[in-house]
């Protein structure tokens, strides 16, 4: 047996965890040089400020609520032109803070001007919505079902990720300013959107399903 010459303690044993390594000077420093050529992934919140919508309570309450005014506006005419402020809500919930604070204060004044243009108190113009048959001009206007359709697209869908949201968004945009426009211009605004939306929706999804197909084939391959 080998005594200790000098009779003194044997140094205890270090044993550094690794937690305690990452908090060692240059510790975060080597992890920053590691991951410094690697971009920072979004965050699970990005586009969706209420988390996910698709199976959450807040998607299928919200969806009662689109249906009840559907319902309500079928019913009561009168009513029908304030599904374009549901519209407005859906847009300026979905607008990123800076778009929002640009295209608020317009978008919000010229759906005030378009509702009360579509509404029966306004004065009747030569030529304007008041003076048409009431059937034509519910086909004209695609009330109350154009509006709720593009709210209910934008509330759902992810808008920057989509070919189909922005397509959407770009519907409802138009639809809003077009109470800016004299007399009853805005008919003409909302004809427009209405026969272009089929193909706007059919061209948005093939987009996206190509997309969605070539980076799930690209994902495959890097594998």
């Known amino acids: 047996m080998t005594n200790n010459p000098s009779n003194q303690p044997f140094e205890p044993f270090q044993v550094q965890s690794a937690l305690f390594k990452s908090g060692a000077p240059g510790g975060s420093e080597r992890q920053g040089t590691a ?42 005419p009168e009513l029908r032109p304030a599904t374009i402020f549901v519209l407005l809500a859906c847009l300026l919930f979905r607008m990123e803070p800076g778009d929002r604070r640009l295209a608020g204060a317009p978008l919000t004044l010229a759906a005030f001007r378009l509702v009360y243009q579509m509404t029966l108190t306004a004065e009747p113009i030569l030529g304007g919505p008041q003076m048409l048959p009431s059937q034509l001009k519910e086909s004209l206007l695609g009330i109350p079902w154009v509006p709720l359709f593009l709210a209910v697209c934008i509330f759902y869908l992810p808008q920057k990720a989509t070919v189909t949201g922005k397509i959407m968004s770009a519907g409802a945009i138009c639809m809003l300013i077009s109470g800016l426009l004299p007399g009853g211009g805005y008919v003409a605004i909302f004809a427009m959107v209405q026969y272009t939306l089929f193909v706007g929706v059919v061209a948005g999804l093939i987009a996206d399903h190509s997309s969605s197909s070539n980076g799930g084939r690209a994902a495959h391959a890097a594998r």
């Open 35 to 76: 991951q410094a050529g690697k971009p920072e992934p979004e965050p699970a919140w990005y586009n969706k400020p209420l988390g996910n919508w698709d199976t959450g309570v807040v998607g299928l309450v919200a969806l009662l609520l689109f249906a009840a005014i559907f319902v309500v506006t079928q019913q009561q």
